[in-house]
């Protein structure tokens, strides 16, 4: 048997190195992605594999497809789980997913394997993912099959000479596109994060005490520069983190509800996706019509949804990308913003496809708007709810 395991390097993937081959008596090959974690130790992680005895160790930079087939989209979508979760950790799973199966193929693998647990969202997105691009691959996770306590896990590992990392308060998951923080003494929803929960940004307190102005040039919905400058994809977004990082832009904490009924505490840092997803839907306030943004709303919550509860394969995900990049077909312009402790707020907005008409709009001189129109207007626009007033006042 031949398994390929979704490995980070971390104890809970070490671990289930050993443990696969122990319990289902499988070769393990392991995969280890880039998503922009800048991840030094790949060649440290595939050692480390090698060591616990996996056969063969990948270790791919998957950065620009992420940007570009998970991160544009959520952008265009303004993607926010309930309102505020930009779904970082989500829109990398099914990526993570698509290449476990790659591999897989192309060792003629019989199986998958992630390191998730039974309580998470994660589990449904490597799985649904799996399965909707090859049903004849077997999952195994192992972390929900074992059952152990962190005690135990600690045990398996010192018996196996697994090496055991210094046991970390948090458990944190990162990628471009922002980094989750969850569990220890976030469990309490009343307790305030403490400051060594948080890596990519300033406390906000002690930020610079002078705003900076940024101007991001969009193209058809999606970034293309920074402070007229064009820039790559990636390079576009680690520069955003860092800005944003700096100004203590992007700390976001919530109660979220997650697919398998359980409210938990969620922290997350995600100082580039606070920043675009705010400086995009203003370039969408200023280029769509009030119908779009109104029905979009629907279409861009949805989206979130799919991807949060594992469904990118979901057809129907892949009928809002068709709406939603009709739409996006006007939205290009440049967007300012202000970085300032803590907060990205947009200050100024243009692009050649505004709908904004200043000769409309104005209270000064120049005003071509029709006054006496509103009276008619207003007449016929209230009239349903004046004859059901009228119907109640009867009754
Ligand atoms: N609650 C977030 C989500 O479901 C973050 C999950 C973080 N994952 C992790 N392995 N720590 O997308």
Redesign the pocket.
């Known amino acids: 048997m031949k398994t390929v395991l979704a490995y980070s390097g971390g104890l809970d993937t070490s671990v289930c190195v050993k443990w696969l081959q122990e319990n289902y008596k499988t070769d393990v090959i392991t995969l280890t992605l880039e998503l922009g974690q800048n991840r030094k130790d790949m060649k440290e992680i595939e050692e480390r594999a090698k060591e616990l005895g996996a056969i063969k160790t990948y270790s791919i930079d998957v950065s620009r497809e992420f940007i570009g087939e998970y991160v544009h989209p959520a952008i265009k979508a303004n993607a926010l789980y309930e309102g505020k979760?930009p779904?970082?950790?989500?829109l990398s799973r099914p990526l993570i997913g698509k290449w476990l199966v790659k591999i897989a193929e192309k060792e003629k693998a019989d199986a998958v394997s992630h390191g998730?647990t039974g309580k998470?969202?994660?589990q449904a997105r490597f799985e649904l993912t799996v399965r909707a691009l090859n049903p004849e691959l077997e999952i195994i996770a192992p972390v929900r099959e074992w059952n152990m306590t962190r005690d135990k896990e600690v045990e398996y590992a010192k018996k196996h000479r697994i090496p055991i990392p210094p046991k970390s308060k948090y458990?944190?998951?990162e990628n471009l596109w922002g980094r989750?923080i969850?569990a220890g003494p976030l469990e309490d929803p009343m307790k305030k994060p403490e400051e060594d929960a948080f890596d990519w940004t300033t406390q906000p307190e002690k930020a610079p005490e002078k705003a900076e102005r940024i101007e991001i040039g969009f193209n058809w919905g999606v970034p293309v520069g920074l402070n007229n400058k064009k820039l790559e994809s990636v390079e576009l977004i680690k520069e955003l983190n860092k800005l944003g990082g700096k100004h203590g832009v992007g700390r976001i904490d919530m109660i979220?509800d997650?697919l398998v009924g359980i409210k938990?505490r969620?922290v997350y840092e995600c100082p580039a996706a606070t920043i675009l997803l705010e400086a995009h839907r203003e370039l969408e306030r200023l280029t769509l019509t009030r119908e779009q943004n109104l029905f979009k709303e629907h279409i861009d919550r949805k989206w979130a949804q799919l991807t949060?509860f594992g469904q990118w394969y979901e057809p129907l995900r892949e009928d809002l990308d068709a709406f939603i990049n009709k739409t996006q077909e006007v939205v290009s312009g440049i967007v300012v913003m202000e970085l300032y402790k803590g907060n990205a707020r947009v200050v100024g907005r243009s692009s050649p496809n505004s709908l904004y008409d200043l000769g409309l709009a104005t209270y000064d001189r120049g005003d071509r708007f029709d006054h006496k129109l509103a009276e008619g207007f207003l007449r016929l626009w209230g009239l349903p709810s004046e004859i059901a007033g009228r119907r109640k006042r009867k009754l």
């Open positions: 979760y779904v970082a950790t989500a998730s998470g969202n994660d458990s944190t998951d989750s969850e979220e997650r938990s969620e949060y």
